[in-house]
């Protein structure tokens, strides 16, 4: 079992920053790959950023060249930089034990709560 705690979010204007974390408790051997997902309200959870243990990491076209996803041992960070209002939406911190990762939300074993990022025009 794997807990995992997501904090760093909040408001921000549009072309600002925020850096989200996930802390991972429990049996987090058994971890080989970290994701982001987010869900905007009425529309789909969808994937972000992930990475996997060797440091391969996989991103959204809508994101890539914005975000920055990193892992330290039990702990991943999704940094996010010239953030949009369409950036909007509560994100969710994933851990699953698939050796590549994956941006399908169905790959992911163990889920956070969420933190919510709300970006302003």
């Known amino acids: 079992q794997v807990h995992l705690v997501e904090s760093g979010g909040g408001s921000v204007q549009a072309g600002g920053s925020l850096r989200l974390s996930c802390a991972a408790s429990g049996d987090t051997a058994s971890t080989r790959s970290m994701a982001w997902f987010r869900q905007a309200p009425g529309k789909e959870r969808e994937g972000v950023a992930c990475?996997?243990?060797?440091?391969w990491t996989s991103y959204a076209d809508p994101v890539k060249g914005r975000f920055t996803i990193s892992k330290d041992n039990a702990q991943s960070t999704l940094s996010m930089n010239s953030l949009k209002p369409e950036d909007t939406a509560m994100y969710y911190c994933a851990s699953g034990t698939r050796f590549l990762c994956s941006l399908t939300a169905g790959r992911y074993s163990y889920w956070g709560q969420g933190t919510q990022v709300t970006v302003s025009s």
């Open positions: 990475i996997s243990r060797s440091g």
